[in-house]
């Protein structure tokens, strides 16, 4: 029987990270709490990553239907962002796109977020304001004005937010915890 076990966290550290997630560290952008190469931390198979645990244990770690989609890889990527600074703009493909990009075994990603803490006016961008036409997006890039045609979105702890491939995205002033499914990065 497979019992519950703790991942030790992998950190990424960007420039526009801040310091709620590592305090004793300059700056810290993301935790990667659940990612197939974080290692376990306790239980049988310390000191393994969560990838070779899957490789060990297939469907009684995971199930069979998530094996029947992605074989024996992690199938989530769960972090945590700490944002003191606009994240970049970022689009994700799905998984048609990933794969003609990428190749065999890659895959699309979607990401939920949930706001765990949100300074006051915190905002994160999620897609175009509505009625914004293809001409206008191409137009933006080419002048270097697409923020003026983003829905920009205040937000507060506790809110949820579903990001599906293909939808412009950033964040701003805000630490949320990521799930991102069949991420591959």
């Avoid at 700056?27 to 645990?53: H, M, N, R, S």
Wanted: glycine residues 8%; aromatic residues 8%.
């Amino acid at each position: 029987m497979l019992h519950p076990f703790k991942l030790t966290p992998t950190y990424r550290d960007y420039v526009w990270g801040g310091k709620r997630l590592r305090p004793q560290a300059e700056i810290t952008a993301e935790a990667w709490v659940v990612f197939e190469e974080d290692q376990v931390a306790d239980g049988p198979y310390a000191g393994k990553t969560l990838a070779e645990v899957v490789e060990l244990e297939g469907a009684a770690l995971l199930g069979s239907s998530p094996i029947a989609l992605t074989g024996k890889r992690f199938p989530l990527l769960i972090k945590l962002l700490d944002c003191a600074r606009w994240l970049s703009l970022q689009v994700h493909p799905n998984d048609e796109q990933a794969r003609r990009l990428a190749g065999p075994g890659f895959y699309g990603k979607t990401e939920a977020w949930y706001v765990v803490e949100a300074d006051p006016g915190a905002q994160l961008i999620s897609g175009f304001r509505p009625g914004v036409t293809r001409q206008e997006i191409q137009a933006a890039v080419g002048n270097k004005t697409i923020l003026d045609i983003v829905e920009n979105r205040n937000v507060k702890a506790g809110d949820t937010i579903f990001i599906s491939p293909g939808t412009m995205h950033a964040l701003d002033r805000v630490c949320s915890f990521t799930k991102c499914s069949k991420a591959r990065t």
